[in-house]
């Protein structure tokens, strides 16, 4: 029996070109079927992950943006977290006296902003990520809003059981 006929079918049942053409939809009905079941949490269901930053050393007027209620952008599109609470306080510095020793102060001008963003997301393996961002304590992370991105660092990451 040969391969391919005389009529171009493969072993006599299926033409080549149509048999190209199942593989081809069915490749591409399986990755959609991937696809969609990944991003609909096929590694579990969403879960509400709070995150603590901090932005150290930031000029006052610069802050004067960032509200509680702000929605998280990554890229050109919003996310689901949104600030839940903002406090500025004095900048925390480590200066030299004059004697050479490192002491602990507070910058007159210059503010500490921490920031509690909170909003749910789907856990997959060992990653959290937040707005394409990975999150994990002492990692820097961009606070990111319509009209603001300030650079700073995670604090704190609480994940609801």
């Known amino acids: 029996?040969?391969?391919?006929?005389?009529?171009?079918?493969?072993?006599?049942?299926?033409n080549i070109i149509d048999l190209l053409v199942i593989l081809a939809v069915l490749l591409v009905a399986?990755?959609?079927?991937?696809?969609?079941?990944?991003?609909?949490?096929?590694?579990?269901?969403a879960k509400t992950v709070t995150v603590t930053v901090i932005a150290p050393g930031i000029r006052?007027?610069?802050?004067?943006?960032?509200k509680v209620g702000d929605k998280m952008v990554s890229g050109d599109s919003f996310t689901n977290f949104v600030i839940k609470k903002v406090e500025i306080k004095p900048a925390y510095m480590i200066s030299?006296?004059?004697a050479g020793q490192r002491v602990a102060?507070?910058?007159p001008y210059l503010k500490d902003l921490f920031v509690t963003?909170?909003?749910?997301?789907?856990?997959s393996g060992?990653?959290?990520?937040?707005?394409?961002?990975?999150?994990?304590s002492n990692k820097e992370f961009f606070v990111k809003s319509l009209d603001y991105e300030l650079k700073g660092l995670v604090m704190t990451v609480d994940i609801e059981k």
């Open 1 to 14: 029996m040969k391969l391919i006929d005389d009529k171009g079918k493969l072993f006599g049942l299926i």
């Open 30 to 45: 399986g990755g959609a079927y991937y696809k969609l079941k990944m991003q609909s949490g096929g590694q579990g269901a």
């Open 60 to 66: 006052p007027e610069m802050l004067t943006n960032v």
């Open 96 to 98: 030299v006296d004059s």
């Open 105 to 107: 102060s507070y910058d």
């Open 117 to 123: 963003l909170e909003g749910k997301t789907v856990i």
């Open 126 to 136: 060992g990653t959290i990520r937040l707005g394409g961002q990975d999150i994990k």
